[in-house]
């Protein structure tokens, strides 16, 4: 409960509204597991919250790459962007022990990011764009 408590007053929602959102995704998760084999179901919990952090990382050197000014670090920057899409796309594909296929493996994965992304977009809290930039670490 205390992390819901502090995610709560950070996005300015209720208490029960978090929970009931962490008790739908734990009760998805454990149907992973119920209707897989137990590999399978950690692969695939793998797999999303790998992607998660590859786009994750896209989006942070995407707005790196929006707010800084150009210089020496763009290759830095440049090579951060090319990984992580590499990485997104290797978390994209199914091993092959698995037996699903790659369009519904890959299309569950993004219709997870898709989600994480809209939460992500409603829980801010309502910000101005204005107000959430902040400075690139590499723009000095």
Known sequence: ?????????????????LTLG??????G??????????SEGFWWLTSISAAA??????VIYLACWVVKDRGHTDL???SGLMTS????CLGLQPPSSTGTST????????LVLL???????????GQSDAASRGPCLLDT
Do not use: K
């Open 115 to 125: 989600a994480l992304g809209l939460a992500a977009h409603f829980l801010r809290g």
């Open 1 to 17: 409960i205390g992390p819901v408590r502090g995610l709560a007053q950070v996005a300015d929602l209720q208490e029960s509204t």
């Open 103 to 110: 369009a519904v493996f890959a299309s569950a994965v993004v």
């Open 53 to 58: 952090t590859q786009a994750m990382y896209l």
């Open 29 to 38: 998760l454990g149907l992973v597991f119920l209707c897989t084999s137990a």
């Open 76 to 78: 830095i920057i440049l």
């Open 85 to 88: 899409a590499v990485g997104l």
């Open 22 to 27: 962490q008790n739908l995704l734990c009760a």
